[in-house]
């Protein structure tokens, strides 16, 4: 307790403007006009896609280097200042604002891919690389790197907030696609978690703890990630079920069976009209399944007859695949595009993602608990889920003037999270915690755990200075 | 510094005898005969099976429940002495040892399978139970638990262990299995370090540090195991090759490839005619590779077909596979009784197993590199190794009477080591750390990582209470 104690008090010293005016001195005299202080651009840094409001940083600095984040953390430690990672500002919980001020440090400038090991099935990257940039670099190896969160994030953010998507419930997350990472800590030592080595057992898995620490254990400077190889084959399919539950239990039948699906997404009957008003599909407006399947020519064959197969026993279909590459384009672009599509059923109004997850079993029930409470809600929220993983979406648009339907559709978000946790499911699948859900956390977790995640937090951070505020409050 | 010179001086408090009896009195009145004391039941408890002397505990207790855990570790906390936990003692680098005395924590009783949640593939299951009486239990289910480290080790300790085993090519680690863990932590509070959803971003990742920490965080009482559907299909081979090389560039092919292998194991010559002399096999005398495929009826037609062309163009082969159990049987029980084979190359050495893993295009140069220094050491050492993962073992057989030989063997296994960390890999894959790989961690991690360990150790167990003298030294 006294050890606590001790630090918060170092905690709670002030932000004071001083010493932020000496850190900023201290990093122009480093980094010249590398250091921006505009208003624009600090604004532009902070968070924009939340509740939240925008919390701006003091400055925002672009490292080229390692030895340069060292630096920028080393200066800010002296002086008592947060550091607060950008990748792309993609994240959806403001886990980039700056609650406390402090500098930014935006990886622009470090998107070099430094090595492909195509025998060894891995690559090394600076954190600034996007996964399209990536996956862009990879075309000509056959080689991909497969976590797909929508967004064209950054590598070093995906693996801040432990990042997954459409993919996932194939290839894993970004906990299961990391391999090593290079680490600036907050005593300004750089850390290597794990060697190139496929698995280990050498010691505590610091790889997996600062994977979705989002910048509060350290600051990701290089990231060593698995890649898989680009599949012989690709068939993708749609079909459409005549209820949600009919979708849910062929997504765990299909799981169940051994089929290895590359992706299974739900889309709600009010998605699918989005997505149609949007992408023009013409498609049939019912709860819907769309498929991918990855193998061999006669292995994609064999599972999207399996799979058809199980749809017709819920009483889905007519299940319709396509092998050609423009077809299936047409169809996931229009999935990427959900989110964006949403506009279409309301011009105009603000767009509120958030994401929970809970074990299969549950998914059917805590989805059709959902709209009814949408319903009930008077919100128009559509749903898309990674139906794989038990983990779905809510985007909620929003008349951000009318405070009446803003205080409905915060009070249905807090109940779809009571709702997962009451399920045995987490806050969030794949968002991440940031400032947004970190009241949720010791519900989630339980006093206890929660206290172990923040007695690792004040080691591996005693002063609070890496991204504070968010995940465990100190 | 004042706050780690601060828990320095705690730590370095004796375990003095005194404070030992108090707790063994206080523990015998808790649970009577259930406290044991017996010296051939404290000798049991502590290591055999690695070059370090046998450190018993002062004495062993048999919890029946997490409450129990809890109870142990107060008492043992308020005396300040250490608490070991015990599985089934099939580690291999001293990890059940008592170096400070104190009290092992044998999960013997603890061995029920709580619950087995089909449409969720998962179970959760007491730390006793061993990874054969789970997949007994699931026999009927449709499911299986796919880890298999050789021993019928306790769920429990390949946890703890972070163990893998010869399917890991295909269904991971432990790291890659483990759902959530109930664990005691050293201050007695009980945590669930996740929910039961397949996935999750909220916050810090404290599964995943748990398991590979060898009981020197917490103590795990129950585990959420995640599991997979019995493949259809399941079809195996043998393909012996002109050289390690060609063993290694076609396991490097195949896994190119997308072949989603099941299994592919290297065994050197020597490891050949430990398993003819042994099963009595008749297997031609060379390097090989034996292989595993599951999936549809035709699927592991496909992968057994195309990894076959592999081979020829690699020099290896005749590729014979067989898709009857009793003969796949008798191949995979070879494969499993390899170390115990190895008594048939030398009646009544000593066998001392250790094991390295590097990235996979470094694998054929390091094992013929071991291979060559295997030779130059005159030590009797054979090979085998889950070639897909880049991660292999020596056997060691040797004569502990013979001075000479016992010392070249010991450097032997340090030049492995060394070997591997040159080629970026780690000084053990699956086996870990406990005393016998201490040594070789701050050059793998280097001092800064090591330091960041023994942080969160200290964050975790100030008192250093939990299996101390294992990984970090405090």
């Known amino acids: 307790m006294a050890v606590a104690a001790a630090i918060d008090n170092k905690t709670s010293r002030a932000r004071d403007p001083a010493s932020i005016a000496k850190a900023l001195a201290a990093l122009t005299a480093a980094f010249g006009n590398r250091v921006v202080t505009a208003q624009a651009v600090r604004e532009q840094h902070g968070n924009t896609v939340t509740w939240i409001p925008n919390q701006p940083p003091d400055a925002v600095v672009f490292p080229q280097s390692t030895e340069d984040v060292q630096r920028i953390v080393r200066i800010c430690a002296e002086h008592n200042v947060p550091v607060i990672p950008f990748g792309t500002g993609t994240s959806l919980e403001g886990h980039v604002n700056a609650p406390q001020g402090g500098v930014s440090i935006d990886f622009r400038d470090m998107d070099k891919v430094l090595a492909v090991h195509a025998e060894d099935l891995d690559c090394v990257v600076e954190p600034g690389v996007t996964r399209k940039a990536l996956n862009e670099h990879l075309r000509d190896s056959g080689l991909f790197f497969p976590i797909d969160p929508g967004a064209n994030a950054s590598l070093g953010g995906m693996a801040a907030t432990r990042a997954s998507g459409t993919n996932a419930v194939r290839y894993g997350t970004m906990k299961d696609n990391v391999i090593a990472l290079k680490v600036v800590l907050a005593n300004g030592e750089v850390i290597d978690t794990a060697r190139r080595a496929k698995k280990t057992s050498a010691g505590y898995d610091l790889t997996r703890l600062m994977v979705g620490s989002e910048g509060t254990l350290g600051i990701v400077t290089q990231l060593t990630l698995k890649l898989s190889g680009i599949p012989e084959a690709v068939s993708g399919g749609i079909c459409p079920f005549p209820s949600i539950e009919a979708c849910c239990n062929t997504a765990i039948a299909t799981i ?9 997404e739900l889309l709600d009957a009010l998605q699918v009209r989005a997505c149609n008003l949007h992408s023009n599909l013409g498609l049939p407006e019912t709860s819907m399944l769309l498929l991918e399947f990855h193998g061999t020519e006669a292995s994609v064959a064999e599972q999207s007859q399996r799979f058809g197969d199980i749809a ?5 279909g007519p299940f319709t695949w396509a092998t050609r590459p423009e077809e299936r384009t047409k169809l996931w672009e229009a999935r990427h595009h959900a989110a964006l599509s949403n506009f279409a059923l309301r011009p105009g109004a603000a767009m509120i993602a958030t994401d929970v997850c809970v074990p299969l079993s549950r998914l059917a029930e805590c989805v059709t608990q959902t709209q009814a409470d949408i319903e009930a809600s008077r919100i128009l929220a559509p749903i898309v889920g990674h139906v794989g993983d038990g983990n779905f979406h809510l985007t909620l648009l929003i008349d951000m003037d009318d405070a009446d339907e803003v205080k409905r559709a915060k009070a249905l978000s807090e109940r779809l999270v009571e709702r997962a946790l009451a399920m045995d499911g ?14 949720y956390l010791e519900a989630e977790h339980g006093p206890a755990a929660l206290a172990a995640m923040a007695a690792i937090k004040r080691a591996l951070d005693p002063q609070n200075i890496m991204n504070p505020g968010k995940i465990v409050a100190l």
């Open 256 to 264: 169940q069976s051994g089929i290895p699906i590359a992706r299974i």
């Open 312 to 316: 017709a026993e819920f009483g889905g």
């Open 426 to 439: 987490t806050c969030t699948g794949e968002h991440g915690v940031g400032q947004g859900k970190m009241k």
